[in-house]
């Protein structure tokens, strides 16, 4: 298990870290309850397609006032991250559509590139945001390669003003290419690269909830305010339908 740093200034300066992490922690115990009845979403609309912000910064995918509320602290720059959104967010999925599960993801920053890609599936549409992760932690490794390769010009970017040390950081390792190609021009990038305020604001919120929850690795999941153990789909979704989810019919 790697352990997060999560301050402002590890994540402008430290070099990448390419040691992937898992969780650990205490392991809450989960209320078995009975099969709760599913929500129906407000007329012309559907949970799978709602999202919100939540006072935590995270973004919540479904019902906000769902019963079930499924949390992960998430480092795009986390292999076992990257799992999770290939290989269990379509399961999520399917509780999230009965609108008796949210899932909500936060940041839990451990690097410059991981801080530079929350930033940017932040820069347009809230509902954006999920998705856009999750195309991003499936071509990991493929950034990982672009800043090997481009080594001098991410070492150069930690000596740069902090309103452009991000764009260097990107450019390096290929993310404007791939978030043009996914509706974000890199005018609009470079934008919110540049938005200092922004950027401080997910590294002091990825350090203040660290603190205040334990977190120490990624991913870690919480259910109704209990930290789990487990970081695995099939180890979680047991876990739900004890709490009382079901999957949708």
Same mark, same amino acid.
């Given at each position: 298990?790697?352990?997060?740093?999560?301050?402002?200034?590890? #994540?402008?300066?430290?070099?990448? %870290?390419? @040691?992937?992490? *898992?969780?650990? =922690?205490?392991? $809450?115990?989960? !209320?078995?309850?009975?099969?709760?009845?599913?929500?129906?979403?407000?007329?012309?609309?559907?949970?799978?397609?709602?999202?919100?912000?939540?006072?935590?910064?995270?973004?919540?995918?479904?019902?906000?006032?769902?019963?079930?509320?499924?949390?992960?602290? #998430?480092?795009?720059?986390?292999? %076992?991250? @990257?799992?999770? *959104?290939?290989? =269990?967010?379509? $399961?999520?999925? !399917?509780?999230?559509?009965?609108?008796?599960?949210?899932?909500?993801?936060?940041?839990?920053?451990?690097?410059?590139?991981?801080?530079?890609?929350?930033?940017?599936?932040?820069?347009?549409?809230?509902?954006?945001?999920?998705?856009?992760?999750?195309?991003?932690?499936?071509?990991?490794?493929?950034?990982? @390669?672009?800043?090997?390769?481009? =080594?001098?010009?991410?070492?150069?970017?930690?000596?740069?003003?902090?309103?452009?040390?991000?764009?260097?950081?990107?450019?390096?390792?290929?993310?404007?290419?791939?978030?043009?190609?996914?509706?974000?021009?890199?005018?609009?990038?470079?934008?919110?690269?540049?938005?200092?305020?922004?950027?401080?604001?997910?590294?002091?919120?990825?350090? @203040?909830?660290?603190?205040?929850? =334990?977190?120490?690795?990624?991913?870690?999941?919480?259910?109704?305010?209990?930290?789990?153990?487990?970081?695995?789909?099939?180890?979680?979704?047991?876990?739900?339908?004890?709490?009382?989810?079901?999957?949708?019919?």
């Amino acid at each position: 298990m790697k352990p997060i740093r999560n301050s402002l200034k590890f #994540a402008v300066a430290a070099p990448l %870290a390419l @040691a992937l992490a *898992a969780c650990g =922690g205490d392991t $809450g115990e989960v !209320e078995e309850s009975d099969a709760i009845a599913t929500i129906p979403a407000p007329e012309g609309s559907n949970w799978g397609e709602t999202v919100t912000v939540s006072d935590q910064d995270g973004y919540v995918l479904g019902n906000p006032d769902a019963p079930i509320k499924l949390v992960e602290y #998430a480092s795009h720059t986390c292999g %076992a991250c @990257a799992n999770f *959104a290939a290989n =269990g967010k379509p $399961g999520v999925k !399917e509780y999230v559509a009965t609108g008796v599960v949210s899932f909500e993801q936060r940041n839990l920053v451990r690097d410059p590139i991981d801080l530079t890609i929350a930033t940017l599936v932040r820069c347009g549409a809230d509902e954006n945001m999920q998705p856009l992760s999750d195309q991003a932690w499936g071509e990991l490794n493929s950034f990982f @390669a672009n800043v090997q390769q481009n =080594g001098a010009a991410y070492e150069q970017a930690g000596n740069m003003p902090i309103d452009q040390r991000f764009v260097q950081i990107a450019q390096a390792a290929g993310l404007i290419d791939f978030f043009a190609a996914r509706g974000l021009s890199a005018d609009q990038q470079r934008a919110c690269l540049a938005d200092t305020d922004k950027i401080e604001s997910i590294a002091n919120n990825s350090t @203040a909830q660290a603190e205040e929850f =334990g977190i120490q690795a990624t991913p870690t999941f919480i259910l109704n305010g209990d930290k789990l153990e487990v970081n695995q789909w099939d180890d979680i979704e047991p876990l739900l339908q004890r709490a009382g989810a079901r999957p949708a019919e």
